[in-house]
């Protein structure tokens, strides 16, 4: 059964339900992942319902421009584009973010170093911290923090003014008032001019694939997410020297840092940070990989041990 057929007009109207078989059974042979989750979240956009409105109304036929809208879908993801692209937004940490190939797509490990900076900042006893998100993208990190402590003041660059509309536009679309989104380098030598602030608590997912391993990634990854938030074009390791020079007159004398790594960065990254008299400790995701590393100035009390 080939597309037209999955989910063609026919005399015989087809029905939701019909559809749902139609479209999983047609994903599954193309080997997408989750057929009958993403067929359903398709559908949900389509017909503008959530899952259960979806089987509260199995029975009704779908309208050939609804059938279109499928098709098209279909088309797009079998080619790879990952579905939160197709749909135009995602999920993190309970809120709902509008993302585009302009960003990355929020992960579930990221929502990891959210929990971890959560935690310190309430265990911290700060009312109003001040935060810094580098390489926000969608804004997801940013928003999550400053939507989980409304006292706090959250600032988010990123290089992208691309990046940067999406990011605004989830402020938003979040009820966002505490995020001031910057556009901004922090290779440039300026960057202090712009942060003139010493924050409390410093979060970032940065490029940290090496150029050499793009090449490898899945094409939903490589072919379709923006190459600037993926990769630094160099060994990976990049932005993590940098924050190691910076975080020295960016972090608050008791501040602490939240950082994601990628596969097998741990040491090196550890060791990056050691040089410049930090202090840190690696977490591993729900894989069981080592994925965020928090750290802190040597003099000061470790941040994991505030954590509860
Ligand atoms: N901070 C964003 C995220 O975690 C973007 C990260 C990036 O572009 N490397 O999804």
Do not use: W
Not at 21 to 50: A, G, W
Not at 143 to 151: C, E, G, R
Not at 258 to 268: K, N
């Amino acid at each position: 059964m080939g597309l037209t057929e999955a989910v063609r007009n026919s005399d015989d109207a087809l029905t939701t339900l019909d559809i749902i078989r139609r479209t999983t059974e047609y994903f599954k042979r193309h080997n997408v992942d989750s057929p009958r989750l993403t067929t359903e979240l398709m559908l949900c956009e389509i017909l503008k319902c959530n899952r259960v409105g979806l089987y509260m109304h199995y029975d009704k036929p779908l309208e050939n421009n609804e059938l279109e809208y499928l098709r098209d879908m279909l088309r797009r993801r079998v080619r790879r584009e990952p579905l939160q692209y197709i749909l135009g937004s995602t999920e993190f940490f309970g809120l709902y973010f509008k993302v585009s190939p302009d960003v990355l797509i929020p992960r579930p490990e990221t929502e990891l170093l959210v929990e971890q900076a959560k935690k310190y900042i309430k265990n911290s006893g700060k009312s109003s911290p001040i935060i810094l998100d580098i390489g926000t993208g969608s804004g997801c990190i940013a928003i999550a923090l400053a939507n989980a402590f409304a006292q706090s003041s959250v600032t988010a660059i990123d290089i992208s003014e691309s990046a940067l509309v999406i990011a605004n536009e989830n402020g938003r679309l979040n009820g966002t008032s505490n995020v001031r989104f910057l556009q901004g380098d922090i290779f440039d030598n300026n960057i202090s001019l712009n942060l003139t602030e010493k924050y409390d608590v410093i979060v970032s997912n940065p490029p940290y694939i090496q150029e050499n391993d793009i090449a490898g990634l899945q094409p939903e990854v490589g072919h379709f997410e923006p190459l600037i938030a993926l990769t630094d074009k160099g060994d990976g390791l990049t932005f993590y020297r940098r924050f190691a020079e910076i975080f020295r007159f960016l972090l608050n004398e008791n501040g602490c840092f939240f950082i994601e790594i990628g596969y097998e960065q741990a040491d090196s990254v550890c060791e990056i940070f050691s040089v410049t008299d930090f202090e840190t400790a690696v977490s591993n995701d729900y894989a069981g990989i080592p994925r965020i590393i928090s750290g802190h100035a040597s003099i000061q009390t470790n941040c994991q041990n505030r954590q509860t």
